[in-house]
């Protein structure tokens, strides 16, 4: 039968992250006790008082956080270099039968032309583009028998080069979309290839998400 040091453990390292949490003395471990107490219970199939819960959790120790928190900041932001790009517009339309055809038309117009900014993510049901601002009639002609769901301009984006070992580590896009969002910056969009993560943000934010990129690489 399992203890209550062992069921507290395997139910934090379900989210793994809470453990850094904890570390950091961001998470009340009263309320974390009490959150946790009917499962604690349900593992154990007896009552447990929220007290032994608590010295559990107080427990735990903090060597796995801290070499996740190692690993994933090496890789996060260890390789490369920061593209930013100003002045785009945010575009999602409903995916319909023309759709696709469409985006190879605009696809073919402006195939030569390396200075503008372009990329589409097509879900199940919406295809996102996010694109430069001097695209935007062209778009609009184009996909005037679309239906657009959404549109937002007055964007910026950066671009993160990631190691080619970032498969492999849990944890990278966490840990950089935690320090914006503790800025309280708004991200509009995430957009990820194997080894790229570009971020697109409000041109009023572009400033300071650069910023906090930086000195998080350099710390």
Do not use: C
């Amino acid at each position: 039968m399992k203890t209550i040091q062992q069921a507290v453990t395997s139910i934090i390292n379900k989210t793994p992250f809470i453990e850094e949490a904890l570390y950091d003395k961001l998470i009340n471990v009263s309320a974390l006790a009490r959150i946790i107490q009917p499962e604690v219970e349900a593992l154990l199939k007896k009552e447990v008082k929220a007290g032994a819960i608590m010295m559990a959790i107080n427990r735990i120790s903090p060597s796995e956080v801290l070499r996740v928190r190692k690993n994933v900041r090496k890789m996060a932001l260890s390789s490369g270099d920061f593209i930013v790009r100003s002045d785009l517009s945010d575009y999602t339309f409903k995916n319909s039968s023309t759709l696709l055809q469409n985006i190879t038309r605009l696809l073919e117009k402006i195939k030569d032309d390396s200075d503008v900014f372009f990329t589409i993510s097509q879900g199940v049901f919406e295809t996102n583009i996010v694109a430069s601002s001097i695209l935007e009639a062209q778009i609009e002609k184009i996909f005037k028998n679309e239906t657009r769901l959404w549109f937002q301009s007055d964007l910026a984006s950066v671009t993160i080069k990631l190691p080619k070992s970032n498969m492999e580590q849990s944890g990278i896009y966490y840990f950089i979309l935690k320090q914006l969002a503790w800025a309280n910056i708004s991200v509009q969009e995430v957009i990820s290839s194997t080894h790229e993560m570009t971020i697109v943000v409000k041109e009023t934010d572009i400033n300071k998400t650069f910023s906090i990129l930086m000195d998080m690489k350099l710390s």
